[in-house]
């Protein structure tokens, strides 16, 4: 049978592992294939288990978290891999003390420091570092564990082709005869430009910051492009608007929110952004602003499905009045497109 998830892998942890590997020694990563009902962390949540038995991430905390430390420990001894079902029911047998209501699967993959290990963890460091679309493979036979990467440039590298990978992006898990697979997307942090560095910038910024986004501010302002106001902002770029297009190489999970000081800057940013196909385009304005930018797009060739993708007005129906309350409804908005898109 074979079954699979997607699951967003950390560059810190995979520079762990990776660094781990390299000193030869063992690690042992748990990840969530399966959950139902009320379950802490959801499919997809991970946690490594090293030689000094810290740990990185969590799968939930609690009884579940306990008894999963414990089985990595024995790992270390056993270096076999393994899955194991959690109930969080009082009325369970194998009573957790957790009454969540929820069942989950965790597997317990005992990853050895070999060569083709190190290789695989190496390449995958990279790929992040260049975003490149790529993903870990993890093949899963019996209590032996063969990983390896794909990308959609070269195909598989490190194992041999293990299924249809387009049907990968299914969220359902899907059956073959061919054995269990893991299929584990890996990115960075989503990146999200703001341009304009105004009052909604300024607290936007910090709450992206604090929910794993990427930030990065553009202002024609040098008054306003201080990365003393933007402090967890990965960059600040005081540039012209008229040169996005030679100063951002736009990648498929970049996001766009426009917040400049004007009408017509706006329009100009949209223009040199749009035909780039952000995943996520937001543009701050009223409903008469929107009516005059949609008809100026239109006046520069867009199509109608390219102009009905941009977010406007921006951020989630929240009734949003003040700068701190905007930059909570936009950020709830690209959290919830993130979600899905995952």
């Known amino acids: 049978m074979l079954k699979y998830f997607k699951v967003i892998i950390m560059k810190d942890m995979l520079q762990k592992i990776l660094s781990q590997l390299k000193e030869n020694k063992p690690v042992v990563l748990m990840t969530i294939f399966k959950s139902s009902g009320s379950t802490p962390r959801k499919t997809g949540a991970k946690m490594a288990c090293f030689c000094d038995f810290s740990t990185l991430d969590t799968i939930g905390g609690g009884a579940i978290e306990h008894d999963a430390i414990n089985c990595a420990k024995e790992m270390f001894k056993t270096k076999k891999s393994f899955s194991k079902n959690y109930t969080l029911n009082h009325n369970d ?184 196909r952000p995943f996520y385009l937001g543009v701050i304005g009223s409903k008469q602003k929107v009516f005059a930018m949609n008809e100026y797009l239109k006046s520069c060739g867009f199509k109608k499905s390219e102009i009905d993708s941009i977010h406007s007005p921006i951020g989630l129906k929240i009734h949003a009045q003040t700068p701190a309350e905007i930059a909570v409804s936009i950020c709830a908005e690209l959290i919830y497109k993130r979600a899905l898109r995952r």
């Not at 965790?106 to 190190?118: A, H, M």
């Not at 963890?121 to 093949?139: D, G, H, M, V």
Request: hydrophobic share 35%.
């Open 93 to 276: 047998a194998a009573d957790l003390g957790m009454v969540c209501g929820g069942e989950c699967s965790v597997y317990f993959q005992y990853i050895e420091p070999n060569d083709k290990n190190i290789e695989v963890f190496s390449t995958a460091c990279r790929l992040i570092k260049e975003r490149k679309s790529s993903w870990l493979i993890t093949a899963i036979k019996d209590d032996y564990c063969e990983m390896g990467i794909y990308t959609k440039e070269h195909g598989y590298y490190f194992i041999n082709e293990c299924i249809d990978f387009d049907g990968i992006f299914k969220t359902t898990p899907q059956l073959s005869k061919n054995g269990l697979y893991f299929s584990q997307p890996l990115c960075e942090k989503d990146l999200v430009y703001i341009f304009g560095g105004g009052h909604i910038a300024r607290a936007l910024c910090p709450l992206l910051a604090s929910c794993d986004f990427r930030v990065v501010v553009y202002e024609d302002n040098e008054d306003f492009a201080k990365k003393s106001l933007f402090p967890d902002a990965q960059s600040v770029i005081c540039k012209s608007y008229l040169d996005i297009e030679n100063t951002i190489d736009f990648k498929e999970n970049d996001s766009a929110i426009v917040l400049t000081r004007g009408h017509k800057s706006d329009n100009e940013v949209i223009r040199q952004i749009l035909s780039k």
